[in-house]
């Protein structure tokens, strides 16, 4: 049976998506982010702002926020180049947070005898060191720039394929007509 959450229930679960971020995002920068990741997954661009290993981390960091099990996560939404765009110019002070934050990550992981790198662990391990940097502003940062990834508009490949909207079960049409469907059901069933 699909999983479906209503948008309502959603909306009030994810007023909480920036608690502890170092930035909040508007949403001009949150469709130029997504417009420019676009334009760089389709022209195979290098990550403009990200270095090679933090790619790698973030990313991982981020396939663990909105992980893939029977449904696509973080790694198929793209979310790491929705990321970089944000990290972009005008953004150094949040890059430091986040660098001493992985700089932070990564002296932990070094302490687990199986590995020198958070995406080297295995998925509970990481799992684990995760749930003890929960409570920063660095992981803060990463799981907000990880949700506003995953659901912001498909229209500019920061939910590539729709698969923030899937898991919503939000039906992205171009007119819509009463009943509208499954997300508003709580609303209606309220008499609200």
């Known amino acids: 049976m699909k999983k479906q959450l209503s948008r309502r229930a959603f909306l009030r679960a994810s007023s909480d998506a920036a608690r502890g971020s170092c930035l909040v995002l508007t949403m001009p920068m949150i469709l130029t982010a997504c417009r420019r990741a676009e334009e760089a997954v389709i ?32 790694t198929e939404a793209g979310v790491i180049y929705f990321i970089d765009q ?18 932070e990550l990564q002296a932990a992981t070094a ?14 391990q990481q799992d684990h060191l995760l749930l003890e940097f929960e ?28 698969i923030g909207f899937d898991l919503l079960g939000f ?3 171009h007119a819509w007509a009463s009943p509208y469907g499954y997300y508003d059901a709580d609303y209606v069933d309220k008499g609200e």
């Open 135 to 162: 409570d920063t502003e660095f992981f803060g940062t990463i799981r907000y720039l990880t949700i506003a990834g995953m659901f912001s508009s498909p229209e500019y490949r920061g939910n590539r394929d729709n």
């Open 43 to 74: 022209n195979e661009e290098e990550f403009l702002n990200l270095s090679e290993e933090e790619v790698t981390e973030y990313a991982a960091i981020a396939a663990r926020i909105i992980p893939t099990d029977e449904t696509p996560g973080a």
């Open 171 to 173: 039906e992205d049409r």
């Open 111 to 124: 302490l687990k005898p199986s590995a020198s790198y958070f995406h080297e662990l295995d998925e509970l």
């Open 86 to 103: 944000v990290l972009g110019h005008g953004r150094e002070q949040e890059r430091l947070i986040l660098q001493e934050g992985l700089r």
